[in-house]
């Protein structure tokens, strides 16, 4: 066998797919063949690297969230024109066009009033200038396009702080007035 | 007590909501996983999963042969799964902070990985693949996902593109090919320990 015709039959081989003569011949030739060994060597790897995959299960929870979902999409037809049922809990942050939309309205409300608390705030000038954009993060554009969120490890980190207003989950707990607005600043300032 | 699936399929045609409940709570980790791994996030396979089964719903009244049923309802999946993919421009929404996600893709060793510099080691091996698989049309890549990740066979894959088993096989030689060229540092490297 040569080694043109053997690497042909190694994807078959690597699948137990050749008849058991023709398997013996490119075992043989394996055997012999330094280069056609190492090739299928890889491939050998390769498969059971990929084999090897598997996706955390998301739990429990989410199989029964998701068939409530889609019977209501279907047998109970409450949403029939709906496409692609939006998840309320905050585990799954993929956010609606018009939901960014809020989301980016409240940040302005926010980046205006933020602006108006500093302009009153002498100790804390500083404050403003780095609070006004940590609400935006670099993430709106993404948000928009890809309708999911990308955040850096700062920006989880402030986030987890609140400082960052992201997205809707839990967003409008954040408008409650100036107070708590200053609170979130100067948090950011210590 | 336990109906086969071919049963609850003619069920389900035939308009029994029970059957059609029953046959998402079977089948629908089954699509996440393959959505999954096609395209590398949580949250376009759990679009996917939705999108399929209302389709298939749907579509009750073109399934001739309850037999065919899994088939119908991969092919309904993929056929999604691509348009989805192709809106994302090809690429695969990987997101960069993929550990509070609950459907991250891990390596499944044999070996128990218990120390962090072994689970980082895996991830970074995880994210190779990752970056691999994107770099594949989405044909190519799928046949890999189906063939090589999820173990349907030739002719089942055949069968779900609607196209000859030759263009199954020529789709996951060239993907193995190309897969094995941008993996390769890491596929000799494993021969050396
Ligand atoms: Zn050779």
Redesign the pocket.
Known sequence: M??QH??SLLDDFLDNELASSTAAEVKS??D??T???QAYDESRRLKELLKQTRNRDPGQDYWLETSQLILARTVQGSEPEQPYAMRETTSDPKGSFVQALVSLAASLVILVSALIVGMNQNHAPDATTRGGPVLFGSSVDQQLNAGYYIITEDERQRLAKGMLLLGPPGLLGHIGGLTQLRIVITAEHQ | MNKTIPELVEDFVKGDEAAFTELVSRFQKKIYTLAHHFLGNHLDADEVVQETFVRVYKKREDLKDVNYFSTFLVRIATNYAIDLLRKRKGHRSISEDTASLPGEVQLDLSRRVTTPSQMFERKRLMDEINRALDLLPPKQRLTAVLHDIEGYSKPEIAEIFNCPQATVRSNLHIARMKLRKILRPRLRLKEQK
């Open positions: 040569i080694c053997a690497l030739h394996l012999d063949c280069t056609c060994r």
